[in-house]
């Protein structure tokens, strides 16, 4: 039977309508879920510039500030793994809502934290419903918005607002900070909680599919007790070697363990065959060398510009927007070099500049004060640079070189590699910042990272020197 010819038409008929449904209501339902996924990020990039304040109030001796940033991370990437098959089985709706009230139960919780364990709890918890907030919210992006053309603006809209929460993260929690204390950092979280738990009824259809995505709680606690293991080892590198030596080698044994019950499942959460090939395991290590060398090192910048520079918790959150703002402007650039450099070279380059800028701010610890300041803003607008080049790109080569068949495990790898990496390298620059406050100290953390930079740089040689092209082990 001929195609009818009024197809054609139909289909033009439908993309019309797609576009002018493009209104207010929809730009409202993709500022709405970019908020959510705006609030998670700014909870982490605020914080790097009170962590004295926090590590003073609460009583936290400075080897143990990285578990601010930790306890937040190794749980929302724990907690990530299964929020996914939960949002399909119980509802993206409600997944996204009930990710919201944790998201406020918990921010209240850590701006009324009298104590660490409190504190370093409450941060865990709220870790755990950033989760399920986003992936709740990007679940519902596809309800929501089920044409290509509107999911697409509405992933850009909350992409826009994650990149904008991070950028500014810094520069928003000085102002915060110095102004009414660290605690209010938390509580500006709560009327947002609530302007979202109001909204989302209203905008987002409740959906949720007939699946069968394994639920392997027991694999979800032992890798969040192995990353945890592994950060408490390297932070007692200083003062207890033996310590670390067992910390690191139980939980390589509990990586191991996770990924033999993984490979034995016949639906697994986390496949280890998806690192047979040897560009998969390139991009890997590219992810985790970005998160040290540039996530990591904003952790600690604000403390070294306040030792350095004798800099306010607001003067540093400012002079750190040098490293941030990137992050607004520069990805686009690395979009249009990626098809003409191909990912070897640009994410060589973009390693580079890292490295570089790491070794600046290495310098900038060790020359006269004059010296230092230049120093110091050339290597935070490199690394700011470097990042902003790779961190956009990494996502769409993981997915590019994975096998077809395993996309969408794919894309869980390059969150579990982040903010793994992210963890694990603030845990280290963490065991070398100076506890002193020595000046000369943060060279040491500094150099770190331009060396974690510099491995990422070797690892683009098992990189494929075009972009684009699925490769399967």
């Not at 797609?18 to 209501?25: D, K, L, M, S, V």
């Not at 009930?98 to 370093?120: D, E, H, K, R």
């Not at 929690?173 to 102004?179: K, M, N, R, V």
Request: aromatic share 8%; charged share 10%.
């Amino acid at each position: 039977m001929p195609s009818s010819p009024v197809l054609p038409h139909a289909k033009a008929m439908e993309d019309a309508a797609e576009h002018q449904a493009w209104n207010g209501r929809t730009r409202l339902t993709a500022a709405t879920i970019g908020l959510a996924a705006a609030l998670t990020n700014f909870d982490v990039t605020s914080v790097v510039v009170v962590l004295p304040s926090i590590g003073t109030s609460l009583d936290i001796d400075v080897a143990s500030w990285a578990w601010i940033i930790d306890a937040y991370s190794i749980a929302f990437t724990a907690t990530l793994l299964v929020a996914g098959a939960l949002a399909d089985r119980f509802g993206r709706r409600r997944t996204l809502l009930i990710g919201n009230a944790g998201f406020l139960v918990t921010s209240l919780a850590c701006s009324l934290a009298w104590n660490s364990a409190l504190f370093l709890a409450a941060r865990a918890a709220q870790g755990a419903a950033a989760a399920f907030l986003v992936t709740g919210g990007f679940a519902s992006i596809t309800t929501a918005f089920p044409a290509p053309e509107g999911r697409a603006r509405a992933f850009g809209i909350a992409g826009v607002a994650s990149g904008v929460a991070m950028a500014l993260g810094p520069s928003l929690g000085g102002l915060i900070g110095s102004g009414l204390g660290w605690r209010w950092i938390f509580l500006a979280n709560l009327p947002l909680c609530v302007l979202i738990t109001l909204l989302v009824p209203r905008l987002v259809a409740e959906r949720r599919d007939s699946t069968d995505k394994p639920l392997d709680l027991l694999g979800v606690a032992i890798l969040t007790l192995a990353i945890g293991l592994i950060i408490q080892a390297i932070l007692e590198a200083r003062h207890a070697p033996i310590h670390m030596a067992i910390g690191l080698a139980v939980g390589a044994g509990l990586v191991a363990w996770f990924a033999l019950r993984q490979h034995r499942q016949s639906q697994p959460m986390l496949d280890p065959a998806i690192f047979a090939s040897r560009p998969m395991i390139g991009v890997t290590a590219l992810l985790m060398a970005v998160s040290v060398g540039y996530w990591a090192v904003l952790v600690y910048l604000p403390l070294f510009l306040g030792t350095a520079f004798g800099w306010t918790t607001e003067a540093a959150g400012l002079a750190m927007l040098t490293a941030t703002l990137p992050m607004l402007v520069v990805p686009p650039f690395g979009g249009r070099l990626a098809p003409r450099l191909g990912w070897r070279r640009l994410f060589a380059a973009a390693l580079a500049l890292i490295a570089i800028g790491g070794a600046a701010l290495a310098l900038s610890a060790l020359v006269d004060l004059a010296s230092a300041r230049a120093f110091a803003f050339a290597g935070m607008a490199l690394i700011g640079i470097g990042a902003a080049m790779s961190h956009p790109q990494l996502s769409g080569a993981v997915i590019a070189l994975a096998p077809l068949e395993t996309s969408g495990m794919a894309s869980a790898l390059t969150v579990i590699a982040r903010q793994a990496g992210f963890a694990v390298g603030v845990a280290a620059l963490g065991a070398l910042t100076p506890t002193t406050f020595a000046v000369t100290g943060f060279a040491w953390l500094f150099g770190a990272a331009a060396v974690a930079a510099s491995c990422g740089m070797l690892a683009c040689r098992l990189l494929p020197s075009t972009a684009g092209g699925s490769i399967a082990p």
